[in-house]
């Protein structure tokens, strides 16, 4: 029986503003690999035991990858700091600007 070794990957880049002093911890581009228990082939009769066994592990990898990646983008997040809040805002009042425009092209 082959059974191929199976990961969930989960690859980001990160374009903080350059004002951004970032801890050495944090990458920029950043790739993580989590484990999955391999499915083995599905010709044996263990079939729904596998499968339970593979989902389980699936839903844990994505718990992980769920905590690892929120743990660093929180961090990233923090390191930003408030130099982004100013972009947001602009982005807002433009589509607002933009709504006005066509109410008033209505009448």
Known sequence: MDVQSRELTV???IVPPPSTVAPSSLSQETT???PI???PGLESKEDDDSLKKY???LRASIAEARTKLGEELTAWR???GNAE???EKSVKAEADDE???EENTEE
Do not use: M, N, Q
């Open 11 to 13: 690859t980001y880049k």
């Open 32 to 34: 993580h690999r989590f």
């Open 37 to 39: 228990i391999p499915l």
């Open 55 to 57: 989902y389980t592990s």
């Open 78 to 80: 923090d390191a930003v």
């Open 85 to 87: 809040l100013g972009k």
């Open 99 to 101: 709504g006005e425009e």
